[in-house]
């Protein structure tokens, strides 16, 4: 079972920064937090992961409260074509265990509004 | 840089015929994984393969599924005497050593 909270679906103006919540108050020390979308129904699209301090790429921020319990993915300007489903996953960054499966639960579907 | 590729990308069998789906890796990833994808559902773990060995097959139906990832070529999902049920989006990531999965667009199998 995914170890993840996300609200069903968002919605978001184009142009304006979307910010996609998820909590995950069981997460481990060793856990980072990954999060994917899935576009349509094509393949999912890796966006951004982090373990505890914030992360920023070209696509996205993650923002991690300092509990590690909850984080938040920010599109600072969403457009029409980042409307998908988007997913938080936890898992562990080690070699050890199963931790290699990616397990999704339903998402957060963000539709952008022109 | 060549992403994940899977081929082919639609599929249609009629129930009892074989279905046979190729994912081929990033260039420099050894491991791959499958995963699948039932209408309105979200995506599970099926198999995770290296080169010539199946480390964890967990998520494989026990019976008519099948996969191998040889040392030449890319990795098959076989699965046999095909079913309704089993029309599905069928996804391939590949990565490094536990690192990032990266999917591929997914095959999309139609059962007649």
């Known amino acids: 079972d995914a170890k993840t909270t996300q609200p069903p679906s968002m919605d978001c103006a184009e142009g304006r920064a979307a910010n996609l919540p998820c909590n995950h108050s069981?997460?481990?020390?060793?856990?980072?937090v990954y999060w994917y979308r899935q576009i349509h129904s094509q393949g999912p699209q890796y966006i951004i992961h982090?373990?505890?301090n914030n992360e920023t790429n070209e696509m996205a921020s993650l923002i991690i409260t300092e509990d590690r319990k909850s984080s938040t993915l920010i599109l600072p300007h969403a457009t029409l074509r980042d409307t998908a489903v988007y997913y938080c996953?936890?898992?562990?960054?080690?070699?050890?265990?199963?931790?290699?499966?990616?397990?999704f639960g339903k998402g957060t579907l963000l539709t952008v509004n022109p | 840089n060549a992403g994940v590729m899977q081929n082919p990308r639609h599929l249609v069998r009629r129930r009892g015929q074989e279905a046979r789906l190729r994912c081929s890796p990033m260039?420099?990833?050894?491991?791959v994984y499958w995963y699948r994808q039932l209408p309105e559902e979200g995506l599970k773990f099926m198999v995770y393969?290296?080169?010539?060995?199946?480390?964890?097959e967990s998520g494989m139906p026990k019976e008519r599924f099948s996969a191998e990832f040889p040392k030449e070529g890319p990795s098959i999902l076989r699965i046999q005497q095909v079913v309704r049920g089993d029309s599905a989006a069928y996804f391939c990531?590949?990565?490094?050593?536990?690192?990032?999965?990266?999917f591929g667009p997914g095959t999309r199998l139609t059962v007649l």
């Open positions: 990531a590949s990565s490094g050593l536990i690192d990032t999965q990266y």
């Open positions: 069981t997460i481990s020390g060793n856990e980072y």
């Open positions: 982090g373990l505890k």
């Open positions: 996953i936890v898992r562990v960054g080690d070699s050890g265990g199963s931790n290699y499966k990616l397990t």
């Open positions: 260039k420099g990833h050894s491991h």
């Open positions: 393969l290296q080169k010539e060995n199946i480390i964890d």
